[in-house]
């Protein structure tokens, strides 16, 4: 039956994609989009909030090589929505987001739900737009589409008003045309005279390094990044979610030397990542002042950013590498030439890794951040070997997300999604969700992951398990999505690592830390209620600063809550662990249980010193004490807390 409905016609247009899956939270009138949608053998996942349903798609679109569509109500559904948008941005990942919107002819009258959804999107999306009429809604959404997923993917925005999608075309004669699938994004490749300087520049290297970013992931180049590093002998470093594009376990990997890498490399090619804050803007101290920086990316506009002395290459990642080869010929990289990789990079490793295990070996109670964390990996690498890549890690939380990156190993690309380029926490739950439908699908609905889309490497087949590793503080953005987890019936494995604080908690013990909630709710506030008759004409002499506040801090959360409560309510799993043998044994359990597991890991308060975010060293400041050692312990050299609100434990 031919579509005559607004709704109709943006359901087969989406199926004409090849839309598979649509996440979102329905309202009127997009509702009768979904419905549609639904009728035509699209997936729908309902959330429980915007924000979650808004990483899921983005994370999906990193996930497939597709771009995740997020729908949601006009208004407010837009506005809790454009987290993900932000987010899609910022990480290239491609996303579509559909938006409700008010009656055209009720637009500056005070519509319900109005709002101006293409200014205030068009400055963050590749594409915002509404479409003229019923005719054009097939158009728009190839475009948007499109958008979305070629070039540097990002976000684009479709305003779609209730008069239209509740709107019926006049006649059969008035049907769009049929929306042809669009062919996977065209892939550049560098030129001769680039690739000549820089396979000569490389031929120079006395210490050379490859940083290998989540760019190189996305654009499946695992295979040709492989054969680079086999042939040339290069060290290489994985940024957080470049890991698994070449197994950690490999004797060139640098993780666990980061600090040392970055101070010591000469010529460093970057692929797929980034000169941002998280490689330190590539400046001294952190890196070399002499280091020459080879950039490799799929955006033209990222090219020279924080090197302009450098190479910069305008190319799609699994293309540019044999062509490189082809240049380098027969070339590899002597260790013979300085103590780079024999005696520095070596020795850092050896230090680093043994100041890891014993911090992983504490056998203290309360457990610490370390200990706990190190427990289920042992576990799970026990039930699943890393080798055989079938279990996906989403982590966030400034503690529980800077140790895992090191404590859990990955072999496969793409089985470790993190906080990402904004740092923003909250996107955990809405991943795993999104991790769970990529690989494993939905019902009958295979996984498009495990197919990828003119890819060169694929993830190793095999159902995956999803294990969410979540600070408290991180758990709380998204914590009701557990319901959306149980509904759709998905087996997903979260640790909540609950130390009752950001960053760092308050107490050890409950009976202290009631004294300090006492102190907090009995404390008298400074301002007055009562009005001033007479005002004084010179400002108040503040009181001096005072140390001795023993009420909640800023960063303070309820002491030990129960988040395993949210799976029971679901019937789901619900596990508490507070020492190594019962974190054991609860992990062991939460792997196999077919349903939602929350496992609420209690660990001690941790240290409640002044908060440092080490990413942020300035280029002329003279690294932390002790900093160096950090970086190779957590690959993201966090210390003891991370500032901003998009750094949360």
């Known amino acids: 039956m031919a579509p005559s409905t607004g709704a109709q016609i943006i359901a087969r247009s989406l199926r004409d994609l090849g839309v598979t899956v649509i996440f979102g939270i329905v309202g009127i009138p997009v509702v009768e989009i979904a419905e549609e949608a639904i009728n035509l053998g699209i997936k729908f996942i309902g959330f429980r909030n915007e924000q979650a349903a808004g990483y899921a798609a983005s994370a999906y679109g990193y996930l497939t090589g597709r771009p995740g569509v997020c729908l949601v109500v006009g208004g407010p559904g837009v506005l809790h929505a454009i987290p993900g948008v932000g987010n899609s941005s910022i990480n290239a ?41 019923l005719e054009t809604i ?36 008035d049907l769009p045309r049929t929306i042809i699938l669009i062919p996977p994004p065209p892939k550049p490749s560098a030129d001769e005279p680039t690739l000549f300087k820089t396979a000569q520049l490389l031929k120079t290297a006395r210490s ?9 992931a996305y654009a499946r180049a695992s295979n040709p990044i492989q054969t680079l590093i086999s042939r040339c002998k290069i060290p290489f470093l994985p940024t957080p979610m470049g890991k698994g594009v070449l197994p950690d ?22 692929l797929g990542a980034r000169l941002n804050w998280i490689l330190h803007f590539g400046s001294p101290p952190k890196w070399s002042p002499h280091a020459k920086f080879i950039q490799v990316d799929i955006a033209a506009e990222e090219l020279g950013n924080n090197n302009e002395d450098g190479i910069s290459i305008q190319a799609d990642i699994a293309t540019f590498i044999p062509q490189l080869l082809s240049h380098l010929q027969n ?38 951040h370390s200990a706990a964390l190190a427990a289920i990996e042992r576990t799970l690498s026990s039930l699943s070997p890393p080798d055989e890549g079938n279990i996906v890690y989403v982590s966030e939380g400034a503690n529980t997300m800077d140790l895992s990156r090191s404590i ?111 102190s907090t709710l009995s404390s008298p506030s400074s301002p007055s209620s ?60 939460g792997y196999r249980s077919e349903k939602v597991c929350v496992v609420n890991v209690i660990v001690g308060k941790g240290e409640g010193g002044k908060l440092e975010f080490g990413w942020q060293a300035s280029s002329v400041k003279k690294p932390l004490r002790g900093e160096g050692d950090r970086e190779g312990e957590r690959e993201g050299e966090m210390g003891k807390g991370r500032g901003g609100r998009g750094a949360r434990l």
């Open 93 to 133: 990942f491609p996303l579509l987001l559909l938006g409700g919107s008010a009656e055209t002819h009720f637009i500056s009258k005070g519509a319900f739900q109005e709002l101006d959804a293409i200014s205030l999107l068009t400055p963050h999306t590749k594409l915002a737009l509404r479409p003229s009429s």
């Open 138 to 173: 097939p158009e728009a959404l190839q475009s948007a589409y499109r958008q979305a997923w070629y070039g540097r993917p990002g976000a684009s925005f479709i305003d779609l008003p209730a008069d239209m999608i509740q709107g019926h075309l006049a006649s059969t004669t």
């Open 208 to 216: 050379p390094l490859i940083v290998i970013g989540k760019g190189a």
């Open 249 to 270: 376990s490999h004797p060139l990997n640098t993780a666990s030397a980061r600090s040392t890498a970055l101070k010591e490399a000469d010529i460093v090619l970057l």
């Open 331 to 368: 070339w590899s990289y002597n260790p013979s030439t300085s103590p780079y990789t024999s005696s520095h990079l070596l020795a850092a490793k050896e230090k680093n890794l043994a100041a890891a295990a014993q911090k992983a070996a504490d056998s203290s109670l309360p457990m610490t």
């Open 408 to 518: 859990f190993p990955v072999s496969h690309p793409r089985l470790r999604l993190d906080a990402g380029t904004h740092a923003t926490m909250g996107v955990g739950l809405g991943y795993a969700i999104a991790a769970h439908i990529a690989y494993n699908g939905i019902g009958s609905q295979p996984g498009e992951a495990m197919v990828g889309v003119g890819g060169v490497d694929a993830v190793r087949g095999g159902r995956k398990k999803i294990v969410c590793l979540e600070g408290d503080s991180a758990f709380g953005f998204s914590g009701m999505e557990v319901e959306t987890m149980a509904r759709y019936n998905m087996d997903v494995l979260i640790f909540v690592i609950n130390n009752g604080g950001v960053y760092h908690g308050d107490a050890d013990d409950e009976t202290s830390w009631t004294e300090l909630q006492r």
């Open 530 to 589: 009562s009005p001033i008759i007479n005002p004084p004409t010179s400002p108040p002499t503040p009181p001096p600063p005072s140390n001795n506040n023993k009420g909640l801090r800023s960063t303070s959360l309820s002491f030990q809550t129960r988040y395993q409560a949210l799976a029971s309510m679901v019937n789901g799993l619900a596990l508490e662990a507070r020492t190594p043998q019962q974190l054991h044994h609860a992990t062991e359990k």
